[in-house]
Each structure stands twice: as C-alpha cells, then as structure tokens.
C-alpha cells in the first residue's frame, strides 16, 4: 500500500514569491452605503532596503 500526501507538496519556488507583511491596525472606520465594508488604516514598520537605508533612532 503507497501512503499518499494529503495535500501536493509545495516548491521553495512557490515560497519564494510570497510576500508576508506585518502591522499594527491603528483605525478602523465604517464604510458609507456598506453593511459589511470597512476602511482599515495599518501602521507598518520601516523596512531597510539597498534604495531605504536602516533608520537611525
């Protein structure tokens, strides 16, 4: 009997293209004319990139 994964294995080429952010929610507000919208405002840190160099505190 060959024992089979429950879901297909994934790639690192897979992994590679996703993009996880992290931040803070700071407001949420109601949108107008929606029952189930709403407008969120998220504080996200300050990412040091080679064109963004590391902040200095």
Do not use: F, W
Request: charged share 25%; no cysteine.
């Amino acid at each position: 009997m060959e024992i089979t994964p429950a879901k297909p294995t994934t790639t690192i080429d897979v992994l590679e293209k996703i993009d996880i952010r992290v931040g803070t929610i700071v407001a949420v507000e109601d949108v107008p004319q929606s029952e189930k919208l709403v407008k969120l405002a998220v504080e996200t840190p300050v990412l040091a990139t080679p064109e963004r160099p590391v902040p200095i505190n």
